[in-house]
């Protein structure tokens, strides 16, 4: 029998690096929060002053930890530290399948990782069989590909889902080893591979559960050019695109809070002289 997902224990996960995504990040857990105030958060900051290069400060309900991820984030090279951070949500996630138990059956992990620019409108609605190893996220609407905006973990502490997301972590890591960008096609984003995965893994001694969910509604981009044009049940608002260039950072990008949680479709985006999802 399926379960609602809000009816269900759930470890929420995200991390902001970088202090520009300490406010998406506070957006994120807000609405969370209003949300669903009964799942658990395990959220993390950095860089933190005093530590080692990288090194995260981890808030959670088993305490506060400080994380340093075994690969260069240097702030200030843009486009390889944005890569870099960007292969380094499948080690997060491991991170936190392993540090993480639910109350109602210490043997059962679910995780869901959420983009810190993400805002939930409502209680996530995503049926379930609450016992299985599954992995669910959106879909890709121009290739047959998951989104790594919004993943759902699910599955056994020692589990398939186990092993696939220790995989994930391990091939993601080898990417950032030397990560330019020129030539970056070579290597795989962590959705791609992710897919990979899943694809292959029936093979590797287990199977899992793919739940594919509408993009349109779990991970929608509200804005086309200068307005509101569609609304969604969890929105993107696509952080990654002023960051990811250094022409791009002092961009006034994403609208202000109030706006994002309260605007109408056809509202006009306040100051818009840029519509990221073009650049």
Not at 192 to 214: C, H, M, Q, S, W
Request: charged share 25%; net charge negative.
């Amino acid at each position: 029998m399926t379960e609602r997902i809000d009816k269900l224990p759930v470890v929420l996960t995200s991390f902001a690096y970088r202090e520009e995504y300490f406010r998406e990040l506070d957006g994120l857990l807000t609405t969370v929060r209003e949300h669903h105030p009964d799942w658990l958060i395990v959220a993390g900051r950095g860089p933190v002053s005093g530590l080692p290069p990288g090194s995260m400060e981890v808030e959670s309900p088993w305490g506060t930890h400080r994380w340093t991820p075994p690969v260069a984030l240097d702030v200030n090279d843009f486009e390889t530290a944005f890569f870099n951070i960007v292969s380094l949500k499948p080690w997060w996630i491991s991170q936190v399948w392993r540090m993480c138990s639910l109350p109602d059956d210490g043997r059962l992990k679910r995780v869901l990782w959420s983009d810190a620019d993400n805002r939930f409108n409502g209680p996530l609605d995503i049926e379930l069989q609450p016992d299985s190893e599954l992995v669910s996220g959106c879909w890709s609407q121009n290739r047959e590909m998951i989104c790594g905006g919004l993943l759902l973990f699910q599955g056994k502490s020692d589990g398939t889902i186990h092993r696939l997301i220790d995989e994930w972590s391990q091939d993601c890591l080898g990417y950032t080893v030397t990560p330019p960008p020129v030539g970056k096609e070579n290597h795989p984003e962590d959705q791609e591979r992710l897919t990979e995965l899943l694809g292959a893994f029936p093979y590797r001694g287990g199977e899992i559960e793919v739940l594919k969910l509408d993009i349109n509604k779990y991970l929608c981009c509200p804005t086309d050019g200068d307005k509101i044009e569609r609304r969604g049940l969890v929105e993107s608002w696509y952080m990654s695109a002023r960051m990811q260039r250094p022409e791009n950072r002092n961009r006034n990008w994403p609208p202000p809070e109030e706006y994002r949680r309260h605007a109408k479709i056809g509202d006009s985006i306040p100051d818009a002289n840029w519509d990221p999802y073009e650049s």
